[in-house]
């Protein structure tokens, strides 16, 4: 699909110049693959993944969006360094979600404090209208995979729908530390992530969520799931430099020939100059192991409470979102107005200091729009998997009736005169 973009001559300047890619890669080829070594970036062009009615760039000459572009701006000494997000776990998020995307680093980038941005396809233009909620959507999915901490250290320039950014640039004195990369996939479904109506990110604060959970697709193949496995039954008994001997050693052996420390398409594992394949390899794997035993610490620290409480409500108020044990108190099968299947769900919150509140979530079926019964099958696969029961329809997720699980309650605020609410997120497996 050709995309349609402007360029500026420089970022203090508010003409642009309309431009048109082929493709995506041919985007990321044009613009960012190579850096231009500058020690003022300010002589940098700038790119906006739009195009525009008039070649003035504001908001109100915007014709469409064509990108989805998220900047993450980490700083040393802002109380969260061990929080950083490495750029591998952002791709490694990336291609489970089997998104095309680009990531480049930034000019003020270092080791220390990662900065760059993420360019993700998208499959169509999208109008002004709607440029904050499919954005929003396509943030919440992407930090579900993060642990809530993408949020913490993302410019909210993705808001400003005119907002320039530099192309792919580095300082001369951190030109070893630059790095691009493109990955193919599948463009975001912007019909499917408009559905959501997601507020995430524009009323949203940080707040520190759940480290994301191994799915056995992490990383190359879903070699990095076993090695995830080790690091944590060694997690608190050895020194972070022993658990990294230990991985290392195992993908040596499990993976012989097809490493994982040692795959190309990871950019962490590509020797940089000067660097024999092995020391790559070893920084590759001690970046891996800091990374997931700090993912890990998070996790200890905040444990979700599933211990189940039978009481009644105390409260009618929405609930923030937070992971609770739920369960199915009832299930309405019926027709919509259009004549299509659906069954409304009321769950009853069992655990934690909303143990008792009351929410509702609706299911769609047949002969409703094809990306809600997507979202629909879904949920109701996940609601099959975690009580152990087959469910085949969504009329059959009675049968889930009373059986406890643990799941994401979400908070929806209103809108259009609507009121706030609360709805089902998402159910975890294990």
């Not at 949203?204 to 759940?210: D, I, L």
């Not at 022993?242 to 990871?266: C, M, S, W």
Request: glycine share 6%; proline share 5%.
């Amino acid at each position: 699909m050709a995309i349609k973009y402007a360029t500026q001559s420089t970022a203090s300047t508010n003409s642009v110049n309309p431009k048109e890619a082929n493709s995506f890669k041919s985007l990321f080829e044009a613009h960012f693959e190579t850096p231009l070594v500058l020690i003022d970036k300010s002589r940098a062009s700038t790119f906006i993944p739009a195009s525009f009615r008039v070649p003035t760039r504001n908001d109100e000459s915007i014709q469409s969006s064509s990108l989805v572009i998220f900047d993450v701006d980490q700083k040393l000494g802002q109380g969260y360094d061990d929080d950083m997000i490495a750029l591998e776990e952002a791709e490694d998020a990336l291609l489970d979600l089997g998104l095309e995307h680009f990531i480049y680093t930034s000019h003020s980038h270092t080791i220390e404090a990662p900065r760059f941005r993420i360019v993700i396809a998208a499959s169509r233009s999208f109008h002004p209208a709607e440029h904050n909620t499919i954005c929003a959507a396509i943030l919440e999915h992407l930090d579900e995979f993060l642990g809530g901490r993408l949020l913490k250290v993302i410019d909210p320039c993705w808001k400003t729908l005119s907002q320039c950014y530099y192309v792919y640039t580095a300082h001369p004195d951190r030109r070893q530390f630059a790095i691009s990369f493109y990955n193919p996939g599948a463009p975001a479904d912007i019909d499917e992530y408009k559905l959501h109506q997601s507020t995430y990110g524009i009323e949203t604060e940080y707040r520190p969520g759940a480290p994301r959970q191994a799915t056995g697709q992490t990383g190359a193949r879903g070699r990095s799931y076993e090695l995830n496995r080790i690091l944590g039954g060694m997690i608190t008994s050895s020194t972070e430099e022993e658990i990294a001997k230990r991985l290392f050693e195992v993908d040596n052996t499990l993976h012989a020939g097809n490493g994982y420390f040692r795959d190309p398409q990871y950019p962490r594992n590509r020797p940089r100059a000067g660097e024999s394949n092995e020391a790559a390899a070893w920084r590759s794997c001690q970046l891996f192991t800091k990374s997931h035993i700090n993912s890990l610490k998070r996790k200890t620290r905040k444990p979700v409470d599933t211990t189940i409480v039978n009481k009644k409500a105390d409260s009618r108020e929405p609930m923030p979102t937070h992971d609770a044990m739920i369960k199915i108190r009832s299930a309405k099968v019926g027709k919509t107005k259009a004549g299509a299947e659906t069954v409304l769900m009321e769950l009853q919150v069992m655990s934690g200091e909303h143990a008792g509140r009351h929410l509702w979530h609706r299911l769609y079926g047949t002969g409703s729009n094809a990306t809600a019964i997507k979202i629909s099958d879904s949920i109701k696969t996940k609601i099959a998997k975690a009580t152990k029961l087959e469910i085949p329809t969504i009329s059959d997720i009675t049968n889930a009736s009373d059986i406890p699980m643990l799941a994401r309650i979400k908070y929806k605020p209103g809108t259009n005169g609507y009121p706030a609410q609360n709805e089902l997120g998402d159910v975890h497996l294990n």
